[in-house]
């Protein structure tokens, strides 16, 4: 996989400059999508191009930059993206979500809760929360402007007629600052409530469709819902088989050859820590 | 172009270092950040302004400002920015003395509120504690700044810029290094 384009190597300052300049009013527009301009990004589509267009505009010698995806640093994207940005930038790297201070994350956000001087930045395939429902950009557009979100309504209610809940277990749709619709990017449900009032920045990118968008600190998020259906995220109804855990999100991993299954954290970190603080307390 | 004083001394890393300070203030309004790498702006420019719009402005981006032509060549050679004399079609405004009436400037549209204008205004003061309470996303529960220098009228200027939400101006403050931003969804309160 040489052929990634890795040799591109960081992008040129004016590329920077017009993400900047769009982050800043993505961060005074909590939950709108900024539109940034058309040049292409050093990598393929699906590899994270979004972020890592924030993540290298965001960047400076002083960061220490963590990746993962789906919960884990060890995936193959998770440690391309970290050696990509070893190699062009020479920071600091690590695995510890306490240590990190911009975290670049596909599918999840870190089970360890996030600080102040901590920025998240999430790779985003769609950034537009409407589009299975209204594929017409322009429609979209309007439907924000007003914050008309009468047709996302009527699905998840159709949902809970159909279903007798909403069925939507990844991208579930949250309200930023009480008024934009917007798309979590797609992690777990279980997640959406760890974007309220988070104290560390959140910063989403899309490269395919060239958007940003951001949740500043101390932002209302809330997920869709009704009254008499309130919001409830789900988790595996069992202990982590390594550290133990009952509050972390769990993903059903195959053991052996003979369909034996197990759950564990989805979160590598978190469930490593917790193994060696439990190692040591015995 | 002789006689035009240095921008940015390491250019890269100095843009860098002034963008995280911005974003941490735009993310955390009234919090003031203190920028270490500065480039030699000539008077009246702010060090701190300065750096903003280098940081910031380039081909692209519109620059107003009232700051003379000075500041105007330097802006030119090292941002290199078009200048306008119409505030309402700058995309950056840069004010060293009075304030331009903020309903006169890009304000964005109701779906496209992010093509707004950034205002940088240089202060006379600006302090963390005491003065002004702001609340607002970015904000836990309060923040509490001291600027000095803005135009009397200015808080309800600002009041009206915020009610018309998503659509209105950003605000970047400086004095000296330091600078601190208003993004338009922060609400300012007078606390004795
Ligand atoms: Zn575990």
Redesign the pocket.
Same mark, same amino acid.
């Given at each position: 996989m040489t052929a990634l384009g890795y040799n591109f190597g960081y992008l040129d300052e004016n590329t920077k400059r017009m993400i900047r300049r769009a982050l800043l009013k993505a961060v005074a527009v909590p939950g709108h999508q900024v539109p940034f301009g058309a040049r292409e990004m050093p990598l393929p589509y699906g590899w994270g191009t979004g972020g890592i267009a924030v993540t290298a505009s965001v960047i400076g010698a002083g960061d220490r930059l963590k990746v993962i995806d789906q919960g884990a640093d060890d995936t193959t994207n998770a440690v391309s993206i970290r050696h990509f940005f070893a190699k062009v930038t020479g920071v600091g790297t690590t695995e510890r979500t306490g240590e990190a201070t911009i975290i670049q994350t596909r599918h999840r956000i870190p089970e360890t809760r996030l600080r102040e001087g901590q920025i998240l930045v999430y790779q985003v395939p769609m950034p537009e929360p409407l589009f299975r429902l209204e594929p017409r950009v322009a429609e979209t557009k309007r439907m924000h402007a007003l914050a008309d979100y009468g047709l996302m309504h009527v699905k998840l209610y159709e949902d809970i007629a159909r279903h007798g809940h909403v069925a939507i277990s990844y991208n579930y749709p949250v309200l930023v600052g009480g008024r934009y619709l917007m798309s979590p990017s797609p992690i777990p449900a279980f997640d959406n409530p760890k974007m309220d009032r988070m104290p560390a920045l959140q910063l989403f990118g899309a490269g395919r469709e060239k958007r940003i968008y951001a949740v500043p600190p101390y932002t209302s998020v809330t997920s869709l819902d009704f009254e008499d259906h309130p919001f409830q995220p789900v988790r595996a109804d069992a202990p $982590?088989a390594? $550290?133990g @855990?009952r509050e @972390?999100y769990l993903d059903e991993v195959v053991v052996d050859d003979k369909g034996g299954r197990m759950f564990? $954290?989805s979160d590598t970190d978190? $469930?490593a820590t917790?193994q060696t603080q439990r190692e040591a307390a015995e | 172009m002789n006689g035009l004083t240095p921008g940015f001394a390491d250019p890269v890393p100095d843009a860098q270092a002034c963008f995280r300070a911005l974003l941490e203030a735009m993310a955390r309004p009234g919090r003031v950040e203190r920028l270490a790498a500065l480039p030699e702006a000539p008077a009246p420019l702010a060090p701190a302004a300065a750096a903003v719009l280098l940081t910031l402005a380039d081909a692209e981006t519109p620059v107003w400002t009232d700051a003379g032509p000075v500041a105007e060549d330097w802006l030119r050679f090292h941002a290199g920015c078009p200048l306008v004399a119409e505030p309402g079609l700058a995309g950056f405004l840069l004010a060293t003395g009075g304030l331009p009436a903020l309903a006169a400037l890009e304000a964005g549209t109701e779906e496209e509120p992010h093509r707004s204008a950034t205002l940088i205004v240089q202060v006379a003061g600006l302090e963390l504690g005491g003065g002004w309470r702001l609340t607002g996303p970015g904000i836990e529960r309060e923040h509490r700044l001291q600027v000095e220098g803005l135009p009397r009228g200015f808080l309800a200027d600002w009041a009206a810029n915020g009610a018309r939400f998503p659509r209105g101006i950003d605000l970047v403050l400086c004095a000296g290094n330091r600078l601190a931003a208003l993004p338009r969804t922060t609400r300012i309160e007078e606390a004795g």
């Open positions: $982590c390594l $550290c @855990s @972390s564990v $954290c978190y $469930c917790r | -």
